[in-house]
């Protein structure tokens, strides 16, 4: 082979990755360019004002657990955090209500028998856990 088509091959080939280069690297910005945010940025300055906050806990006044009913339904009274979703579970109902003052005044249908009920409080921060309480009310009819 003569020098000149080795020459040739050679700046062929070296042209030849300086363009495979460029062509990768500007495909990946203009792939990364098309990406969609998935967390929003401004969630590190909320979080940051909350590191003192601390979360209200729930309390249940009403009714006591184990406690025995002669009406088909009950009031759940007690306290939770503010702007929390309060969501309370039972075989026959789900309810689910927005506590928009802290305390909460809930009225519940009952099954005869064993009433096996689940409460959970469901904070707006979503650096806290959510926050479960178990029950069994019993309702008796006293026309039995």
Do not use: H
């Amino acid at each position: 082979m003569k020098k000149e088509t080795i020459t040739a091959i050679i700046l062929g080939l070296i042209f030849g990755g300086v363009v495979a280069v460029f062509i990768s690297l500007k495909s990946k910005d203009i792939e990364l360019s098309k990406n969609k945010v998935i967390a929003p940025l401004e969630e590190k300055s909320s979080s940051s004002s909350l590191v003192g906050a601390e979360m209200e806990p729930l309390e249940i006044s009403e009714p006591a657990n184990n406690g025995i009913v002669e009406k088909d339904t009950i009031r759940f009274k007690g306290t939770a955090s503010k702007d929390s979703l309060i969501v309370i579970q039972s075989p026959i109902k789900d309810l689910a209500i927005k506590n928009t003052q802290g305390k909460f005044d809930l009225e519940f249908p009952l099954a005869l028998g064993e009433n096996s009920i689940k409460i959970v409080v469901y904070p707006k921060e979503k650096q806290f856990r959510p926050q479960e309480k178990y029950m069994k009310v019993y309702y008796i009819d006293s026309e039995l």
